[in-house]
């Protein structure tokens, strides 16, 4: 049972843990099929008061902030522990963005101290050093003779002995940007009272053990990872394995070769192992097949009420075993889970459970317990979380608030952006949904105009409009989301859309180049940031006396006028 | 560097069923494959394969093109 009432803060629940299970294993490394690292409880103990001891030797005080921006790995764990118990606020960086967003964000964190790899600093090192000037950059593994710059090595750091300094429940832990790339960064600061709030309920919903393992794919800056794949295992005295590449072959040889039992994922992940599973299953001879649903149709039977991991296990060993035979639970979230993907996996005494959060709660607001599962809801607020729906209409769908432990203190430096956020402390979520009996909460649309990515990326228009700035021949234009539009009560095939009012008098061939300069310039964008089409507008749009264009008159415009059929693609 | 790009188009075109005449070194491999990142990094297997080459998953990172990838294996040969 994970008790964290009397702990002051992360760093000390943390500290705990590497003095109880000192011999027990808390992180492995794996790089294709070698293992690089191993570090025992005791071990990662020492290594972060290395770190811990190296920032103090720069002048490192409490408070202070220590970016994270690092693939994810054992040095991602020592660093950001190391970092803690000096008594920092963290910094977590998404190192799939691009090197001017990065620097974008390290600007507006304003960390002293960025911990980053080789290959991220390789590429940070040719941007404009403006917002690193007061950073002490410290960068792993770099090659013998790499242009350093300014950075330091890590495996060179100046060490001196390591003072602990403690920290308060109401201080900062984190802070983690939500969106925020290419429009307002949205730093969501997370006090360590939030945090272990929502440990403590998920380590006693999903309590994991000695001996257990995690196996960590999710980006670590993200917070189900920072959550599910350091937080709570690290507490809890289980081992977290990190893999510096996730090609299918080699997720598969990692979770054989070390018995992973836990996993959290995103449904675009799920859906390719679920397309895997399928495609195997197609391959096999009929009577194999048979045999193999008869067996699936069984064990969900027999799990109807609860699962049963040993005895689907050996139920459906063959499909249990590219999985390593041991896992037993998967957490799904970030994005909306198709109901299919998670009763795929249910049926093989896999059992998903189904989340909902957000990065300004920390990690779930809402999540199913399995008992029995269910694939059609994202669950039950957790406890201490209150959900209200405000706004009803006749189904009885609504805007999800929330107010409880884990809800932010509000956005770095965006007090405007804060207030309406969080209202009397109820925090605002944008999504649309409705209550069941059972009170489970099933969500069917957003009313804010944002989308978010099978991948969990949260994309908001405002972030992706500079990129369209100056075209020829456009008078004006604006990015909006398709299902904001023209609402599907879905949260499938979220897209996103410009919306272009040509110069007026422009020539069809005007016109043309105009689209193909928009495709060109659409291309370049990240996948993730990507329009799927255009819709051509003629109306002068609506404005503030600011000059600023007022997007909900305008979509209600749009929505009277056209159709998704107006929508052409990109 | 043309032969190795060549010898990617091929073996993407493979194995994404695509016709490799069609494809030209300076294309959005993404867009004319139809692929994303995940089908990608089975794609960066086989070339480790026929190269002979370890590429970690960070070079793929920002890499749109066949050229600009042919590039990143020719790094490493």
Known sequence: MLDLGRIPSLGAALRDATISFKIRTALIEADRHRESSRHTYAELRAAADLFTGALQAHGFEPGDRCAVLMQNQSKWIVGALGALWAGATLVPLDYKLTAPEQAALVAHGKPRVLLTEWPTWEKLALEPQGPFERVLVVVTEAPEGAALGRAVRFESLRHQPAVYRERAREDLACIVYSSGTGGTPKGCMLSHANYLAQAEVLGRMYPMKEGERYFSVLPTNHAIDFMCGFLIPLMMGATVVHQRTLRPAYLSATMQRYGITHMALVPTILK????????????LPKWQRLLIDNLIDLNEFATRREP??????????????????????VFCGGAFVERRSAEFFNSLGIPVAIGYGLTEAGTVLTVNDLKPFRGDSVGKPVPGVELELRDQNEAGVGEVWVRGPTVMQGYLDEPELSREAIVDGWLRTGDLGLLDAAGHLKLVGRARNMIVTEGGKNVYPEDIEAAFAGLDDCEEFSVFAANYLWPTGKLTDEQLLIVVRPKPGSSDEQVDALIGELRARNRRLADYKRLAGYLLWEREFPRTASQKIKRDPLARDLRARLDRASIRAL | MADTVQILIKMAAKRFKADAAQLRPEDDMFERLGIDSFQAVELISDLEGEFDIELPDYELQGVKTFAALAQKIDKRR
């Open chain 1, 272 to 283: 390719t192992l679920e397309r895997r599973i399928r495609d195997r299953l197609d391959e």
């Open chain 1, 308 to 329: 049963n991991h040993k005895l689907s296990s050996r139920l459906l060993r063959p499909i249990h075993d590219q999985f390593g035979g041991k896992l037993k639970f």
